[in-house]
């Protein structure tokens, strides 16, 4: 079963609007973070933003939010005022304990195009 | 600027060829990894070193052999590869394996092409 799931594999928005990127986790694990990363063709790989399971407030890195659905389990990526330069893919990404360590579990990720 | 330093960028080499991946940090981060990614889809985990010692092998072959001289060093040696193992290759590090809250830093990675 998934542990990551990212339903949008290619979305589009109007440069300066904002776009939210979708992300649903699995885990009966009380204790976990959820990271998003960020991969523009060039290749290298961006730590975004982080938030924490038992984190009350939803995070924010400037133009990032984290939109933290616990119920849900649900880690939605908000990024507002888009610019060109956000246009690449984006990685939903889960640590939770297996075997006695915290792994990294990624999503299959999201394409995001922003047009002028 | 990365604070993960991986070399060379770019490797193409034969099927016959020994070459090897080497990546450094300096954040004094005790947990390093070995990703790699094919075009379009999420990295997959090869291995991981905690304290320097291998914790995950996720059932890579053996033609990839992972190193962990010391704290800061991890090197990927590659010996008799295939074409299929043409991809991005990422180091990152972290702080530990103890905390959930530990982002992984990545290094703009190696692309390989065998031949």
């Known amino acids: 079963a998934q542990k990551i799931t990212q339903t949008q594999p290619g979305m589009f928005v109007q440069e300066k609007e904002a776009v939210t990127l979708d992300c649903t986790y699995d885990t009966s694990d009380p204790s976990y973070g959820l990271f998003w990363y960020k991969q523009p063709s060039s290749g290298e790989m961006i730590f975004l933003i982080y938030q924490g399971s038992y984190d009350q407030q939803n995070a924010t890195e400037g133009r990032y939010s984290l939109n933290f659905q616990k119920a849900r389990k649900s880690a939605n990526l908000v990024i507002s005022a888009s610019q060109l330069g956000d246009s690449a893919m984006y990685f939903c990404?889960?640590?939770?304990?297996?075997?006695?360590?915290?792994?990294?579990?990624f999503g299959r990720g999201t394409s995001l195009i922003v047009h002028p | 600027d990365t604070e993960v330093t991986q070399t060379p960028k770019h490797l193409v080499m034969g099927m016959t060829n020994k070459k090897s991946l080497k990546c450094e940090q300096h954040?004094?981060?005790?947990?390093m990894y070995w990703y790699k990614q094919k075009a379009k889809k999420p990295p997959e985990l090869m291995f991981v070193?905690?304290?320097?010692?291998?914790?995950i092998n996720e059932s890579v072959p053996s033609r990839f052999s992972p190193e962990c001289p010391n704290s800061s060093l991890l090197n990927l040696h590659l010996h008799a590869l295939q074409p299929e193992d043409s991809a991005l290759y990422l180091c990152?590090?972290?702080?530990?394996?103890?905390?959930?809250?530990?982002?992984?830093?990545f290094g703009n990675g190696t692309r390989l092409t065998v031949t």
């Open positions: 070193y905690s304290y320097e010692k291998l914790s």
């Open positions: 954040m004094g981060h005790r947990a």
């Open positions: 990152a590090s972290s702080q530990d394996l103890t905390q959930p809250n530990s982002p992984l830093h």
């Open positions: 990404a889960m640590r939770e304990r297996t075997g006695g360590s915290y792994i990294p579990t």
